[in-house]
């Protein structure tokens, strides 16, 4: 994969940054709109440094089973920290080779910014880092609104969102700055956005160097909850560059926390919260699994009526027919169940959770008969019912992993009989009085590649 016509133009509203993406699988253009931002520096974002392409071809490139060349400089901390994330990928799924990266160059590095932003959507993770306390330079000064990331939104449902996030940062006294890209089109439909998005957000918060010096991605696990997943402590923060920092933000809460938080501190958030990416619009579905796990946590904190953009009541049946995978998930669904309680309303919404927790182990008879079935037809590949498909992402892969180790004592890779080669990437340095290599604008499997 070659990524090159590396250029950012100046457009009237702002500046758009773009490259060209060419691989076996197409040629593509990726494209990150910065708009003018108030208050931060005017010079626009610091184009000297194509670190935020790098950030987004990562993964693209290894689904593609290519090496991956940066025809620009790049940051030598991002470079060093992609290897990180290389490795986090390959491991996470056995069918993604690490690739080889090479840059043009090293890019100078820049000086910070002072500005912090963070991702904003209204979902419940956003809205929470949003609200929470920051102390002294880690204080916010802007949220940003990203278009564009969400796949089933009308130009109207689009107006319609920026103009509700707008509102919000009115809320809590934060500008709302709007960005615009195409980045999903890198992994849309060759993969599941859970394992895409936080290396395309930290290109996003790469590609507004100079603006920002420190841009927050909300976590969406909590610290009990880290399993591998496409955005985390241990990917985001890796891709910072010297002057842009990408902070993964807080663990302690989980999904039912942050509700509980926003209940309780900032109820004149609830109407506008938005979870829901089912459907196009600007409101919840009320359906989805994520628009019930988010009603049940306001329920358990007595806000459901709160929140105005959800329906006033949770439906139970769709609730007990659900199936909650992976275990990440699941985890969501036992938090909200505890915080429920066993009384009155609350007590039944309690009891469909456990029954839906219940089910997505031990199916009922007719379950099983249709999972069998599927089996024996070569639709699933395996009868356990608790089975995920692990090609759907890295979540479902960790899910299925630990079921067959568990339950079967095996690995879901087989162990080959030959001896298999572990994964290291770079190497150690050489012995005192060896030969010594400063050069950062490689990595890779391949240590007999160097320089640009
Ligand atoms: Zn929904």
Same mark, same amino acid.
């Given at each position: 994969?070659?990524?090159?016509?590396?250029?950012?133009?100046?457009?009237?509203?702002?500046?758009?940054?773009?490259?060209?993406?060419?691989?076996?699988?197409?040629?593509?253009?990726?494209?990150?709109?910065?708009?003018?931002?108030?208050?931060?520096?005017?010079?626009?974002?610091?184009?000297?440094?194509?670190?935020?392409?790098?950030?987004?071809?990562?993964?693209?490139?290894?689904?593609?089973?290519?090496?991956?060349?940066?025809?620009?400089?790049?940051?030598?901390?991002?470079?060093?920290?992609?290897?990180?994330?290389?490795? #986090?990928?390959?491991?996470?799924?056995?069918?993604?080779?690490?690739?080889?990266?090479?840059?043009?160059?090293?890019?100078?590095?820049?000086?910070?910014?002072?500005?912090?932003?963070?991702?904003?959507?209204?979902?419940?993770?956003?809205?929470?880092?949003?609200?929470?306390?920051?102390?002294?330079?880690?204080?916010?000064?802007?949220?940003?609104?990203?278009?564009?990331?969400?796949?089933?939104?009308?130009?109207?449902?689009?107006?319609?969102?920026?103009?509700?996030?707008?509102?919000?940062?009115?809320?809590?006294?934060?500008?709302?700055?709007?960005?615009?890209?195409?980045?999903?089109?890198?992994?849309?439909?060759?993969?599941?956005?859970?394992?895409?998005?936080?290396?395309?957000?930290?290109?996003?918060?790469?590609?507004?160097?100079?603006?920002?010096?420190?841009?927050?991605?909300?976590?969406?696990?909590?610290?009990?909850?880290?399993?591998?997943?496409?955005?985390?402590?241990?990917?985001?923060?890796?891709?910072?560059?010297?002057?842009?920092?990408?902070?993964?933000?807080?663990?302690?809460?989980?999904?039912?926390?942050?509700?509980?938080?926003?209940?309780?501190?900032?109820?004149?958030?609830?109407?506008?919260?938005?979870?829901?990416? #089912?459907?196009?619009?600007?409101?919840?579905?009320?359906?989805?699994?994520?628009?019930?796990?988010?009603?049940?946590?306001?329920?358990?904190?007595?806000?459901?009526?709160?929140?105005?953009?959800?329906?006033?009541?949770?439906?139970?049946?769709?609730?007990?027919?659900?199936?909650?995978?992976?275990?990440?998930?699941?985890?969501?669904?036992?938090?909200?169940?505890?915080?429920?309680?066993?009384?009155?309303?609350?007590?039944?919404?309690?009891?469909?959770?456990?029954?839906?927790?219940?089910?997505?182990?031990?199916?009922?008879?007719?379950?099983?008969?249709?999972?069998?079935?599927?089996?024996?037809?070569?639709?699933?590949?395996?009868?356990?019912?608790?089975?995920?498909?692990?090609?759907?992402?890295?979540?479902?892969?960790?899910?299925?992993?630990?079921?067959?180790?568990?339950?079967?004592?095996?690995?879901?890779?087989?162990?080959?009989?030959?001896?298999?080669?572990?994964?290291?990437?770079?190497?150690?340095?050489?012995?005192?009085?060896?030969?010594?290599?400063?050069?950062?604008?490689?990595?890779?499997?391949?240590?007999?590649?160097?320089?640009?």
């Amino acid at each position: 994969m070659i990524v090159d016509r590396i250029r950012t133009v100046e457009t009237g509203e702002g500046w758009c940054r773009s490259a060209r993406v060419s691989s076996g699988s197409g040629e593509r253009t990726v494209e990150y709109h910065v708009p003018h931002v108030d208050g931060a520096r005017d010079s626009g974002p610091r184009v000297g440094d194509a670190a935020a392409f790098l950030a987004a071809t990562i993964l693209p490139a290894m689904l593609d089973g290519e090496d991956l060349h940066i025809d620009g400089p790049v940051s030598a901390r991002t470079l060093a920290g992609s290897a990180e994330v290389v490795t #986090a990928f390959a491991r996470w799924d056995h069918r993604l080779r690490p690739p080889l990266v090479t840059t043009a160059g090293t890019a100078d590095p820049g000086v910070a910014s002072a500005g912090a932003a963070c991702f904003f959507s209204r979902g419940a993770d956003s809205m929470a880092s949003a609200v929470v306390e920051r102390v002294g330079s880690a204080a916010l000064t802007h949220l940003v609104h990203v278009v564009g990331l969400e796949p089933v939104h009308s130009a109207a449902t689009i107006d319609e969102e920026v103009r509700l996030a707008r509102r919000v940062g009115d809320l809590v006294g934060l500008p709302v700055v709007v960005m615009r890209t195409n980045v999903r089109m890198l992994t849309d439909g060759r993969r599941d956005w859970a394992d895409a998005h936080g290396a395309a957000l930290a290109s996003l918060a790469l590609a507004t160097d100079g603006v920002f010096g420190r841009v927050v991605v909300p976590s969406t696990q909590a610290v009990d909850e880290l399993v591998p997943y496409g955005s985390g402590p241990t990917l985001e923060p890796r891709l910072s560059s010297e002057s842009l920092q990408v902070v993964h933000d807080d663990l302690s809460l989980d999904r039912v926390g942050k509700v509980w938080l926003l209940a309780r501190d900032r109820p004149d958030l609830l109407p506008l919260l938005k979870v829901c990416w #089912a459907e196009d619009r600007a409101d919840n579905c009320g359906r989805c699994g994520k628009c019930l796990l988010t009603m049940c946590a306001l329920q358990a904190a007595d806000a459901l009526h709160l929140a105005t953009g959800f329906p006033d009541r949770i439906p139970l049946d769709d609730l007990r027919r659900l199936r909650p995978a992976p275990v990440q998930s699941q985890q969501h669904w036992v938090a909200a169940a505890r915080a429920l309680g066993a009384d009155g309303e609350r007590g039944r919404t309690r009891d469909a959770i456990l029954d839906a927790l219940h089910r997505s182990a031990r199916p009922g008879p007719r379950e099983r008969v249709l999972q069998w079935w599927a089996y024996l037809r070569g639709r699933r590949a395996s009868p356990v019912p608790n089975w995920k498909d692990p090609s759907r992402g890295f979540e479902w892969t960790h899910h299925t992993l630990m079921l067959d180790l568990l339950t079967r004592g095996r690995p879901s890779r087989p162990v080959a009989p030959e001896p298999e080669e572990p994964l290291v990437l770079g190497r150690a340095r050489p012995a005192v009085g060896g030969r010594t290599d400063s050069g950062a604008a490689t990595h890779g499997r391949n240590p007999s590649v160097q320089g640009p």
